[in-house]
């Protein structure tokens, strides 16, 4: 067999330790570590508990702020909602985050599809039984061509959110112009969101039993009142929000780089913010991961003498 | 030369095991006179805070997802199911800060500290579907937020982080036997390879046979 060698490197490489040896118990040392951490986490549980914000319910955004919901509805249908606009791997309105041209999830593709103004608008109001006026608006609707839908979508969102926009007896009230079936539309959909209908009408669009929440989540994310609650539980993404818990609870604070970088000028601002943090995130954790075999980076603990606290007994003894 | 017992898989594995790894490695009673800093202690805390963590996992995936939203008991649990967490992340980034003063990863001992980053980076993403699968206004905030960086990479393709159930399911199977997996290679590698020695102050060079 044959043998090369290589100069020793500090940084890589140590001698046999051929020094002298103490007892040692790890079975009592873990068993320790048991206890300590058992009654630890038995001890912050009792004095503090943990946080449960009941899950917000497409009912209570629209009893709460009709008109946001209305908002939501009208763009939707007339394509300038956060998820109608959003691509893939939902649609092909946009492209997706790049960089050096690239976009990985255009690449992907499209694998969850959704529609917005057919899943989160138009399919609940005709589902909804023995309500000819629902039918009728949604037939007048479908029976249009693209652009007269478009023009009435357009014209609806714009007054709704005009500063004229008002409720009556949770039903939004809008400028008299020309919507089409556009505002009966919305208007049966804010009534039967208020209900607490169409919570149960998009969970069960595909079938009965359903563990997937794809749809109502990205609807209601698409409005104001999801974010609203989460910036006053300063989780918001320009509050850190990654790393905090509601209330006062510590939540995923080993999130702390990955949430600095959407803080950071040019970042916080950059329409391909998520890609490009991402792939920061990945490299550092590769350098990381492969920080003994890169020189310079494998000297640091030498040179920060931090060893010399750790081993200071060591040290003294020799 | 070749024999009837080296074609044996199971005797040569047995015999491989037991070389690379000999009771007296495995469960050592000795350590190194320089093994003596409290710093130390802080992989075995994390291995004890997995074990809480794990425990109080599977009573919360034995009665069921919701089940902590209406009952005092499931809630109880719920809490020290978070706050063995937060320990075990504590412990764990302790431990990792501390391995890297000793640059460990010296004397062939770079794939422990790989695989130690690797399960770090594992056990977020463990804990990170844990958020999605609490059922409650944070699963959902942070699901709609997570989307776009998951979606940016491609990955929202076939890791939706808006589907419940799929969430569930990779934070209480895949991940978990990920993490246990890798913590298992990560500490058999502590045990062949032992404990990093300290740094020679003289700074001796010396040839290294590879």
């Known amino acids: ?318 | 030369m070749t024999t009837a017992t080296d074609k044996n898989w199971t005797r040569s594995l047995r015999k491989a095991g037991e070389s690379a790894f000999p009771p007296e490695r495995l469960l050592p009673d000795t350590q190194p006179s320089y093994v003596a800093s409290w710093i130390y202690v802080f992989g075995a805390l994390t291995m004890a805070a997995l074990g809480v963590v794990t425990a109080t996992g599977l009573v919360l995936a034995v009665m069921g997802p919701t089940w902590w939203h209406h009952s005092s008991t499931g809630h109880f649990i719920n809490s020290m199911h978070l706050w063995s967490v937060e320990l075990f992340f504590f412990a764990m980034v302790v431990h990792l800060w501390g391995k890297f003063f000793m640059a460990a990863w010296r004397g062939n001992r770079a794939l422990t500290w790989i695989t130690g980053v690797v399960s770090f980076v594992v056990s977020i993403g463990t804990a990170f579907t844990g958020y999605l699968s609490q059922t409650n206004f944070d699963s959902q905030w942070i699901a709609t937020q997570a989307k776009d960086g998951i979606n940016s990479t491609g990955g929202g393709a076939v890791f939706n982080v808006l589907n419940f159930g799929q969430m569930l399911m990779w934070h209480i199977t895949l991940l978990p036997i990920g993490v246990g997996a890798i913590v298992v290679f990560h500490v058999l590698l502590v045990r062949r390879r032992g404990v990093v020695p300290p740094f020679e102050l003289s700074g001796a060079k010396e040839e290294v046979a590879q």
Not at chain 1, 199 to 228: E, H, W, Y
Not at chain 1, 269 to 288: E, H, K, Y
């Open chain 1, 1 to 318: 067999m044959t043998k090369s060698s290589r100069r020793f490197n500090i940084d890589r490489d140590v001698a046999p330790w051929t020094g002298a040896t103490r007892p040692y118990d790890i079975a009592k040392e873990v068993a320790i570590c048991f206890l300590v951490i058992g009654l630890l986490t038995v001890g912050l549980s009792v004095l503090f508990s943990s946080p449960d914000d009941p899950a917000v319910t497409l009912k209570q955004w629209a009893v709460s702020t009709p008109i946001d919901f209305a908002t939501t509805a009208a763009t939707e249908l007339d394509g300038t909602g956060g998820t109608a606009g959003y691509g893939p791997p939902y649609n092909t309105a946009a492209d997706g985050p790049m960089v050096l041209g690239i976009s990985p999830a255009k690449i992907a593709g499209v694998h969850i599809p959704v529609d917005a103004a057919k899943d989160f608008v138009l399919s609940p109001v005709a589902a909804l039984p023995e309500n000819p006026v629902a039918s009728q608006a949604i037939a007048t609707y479908e029976a249009a061509s693209v652009e007269q839908r478009q023009t009435w979508a357009a014209n609806y969102d714009a007054a709704v959110t005009a500063s004229t926009v008002t409720t009556a007896g949770g039903k939004v009230i809008v400028a008299p112009g020309d919507y089409g079936p556009v505002a009966t539309i919305v208007d049966q959909l804010v009534a039967m969101a208020q209900s607490g209908a169409l919570d149960t009408t998009m969970l069960t669009q595909q079938r009965f039993f359903s563990t997937d929440f794809t749809k109502p989540l990205l609807f209601i994310s698409d409005g104001s009142f999801l974010a609203n609650k989460a910036a006053i539980d300063h989780l918001q993404g320009d509050q850190w929000g990654m790393m905090n818990e509601t209330g006062s609870w510590p939540g995923q604070a080993w999130l702390w780089l990955y949430t600095m970088w959407y803080q950071v000028p040019g970042l916080s601002t950059s329409d391909n913010a998520d890609l490009q943090v991402f792939l920061i995130i990945i490299g550092l954790t590769l350098l990381l991961a492969f920080l003994p075999f890169i020189p310079g980076l494998r000297s640091i603990p030498r040179w920060t003498r931090v060893y010399k606290v750790i081993w200071k007994d060591h040290y003294r003894n020799m």
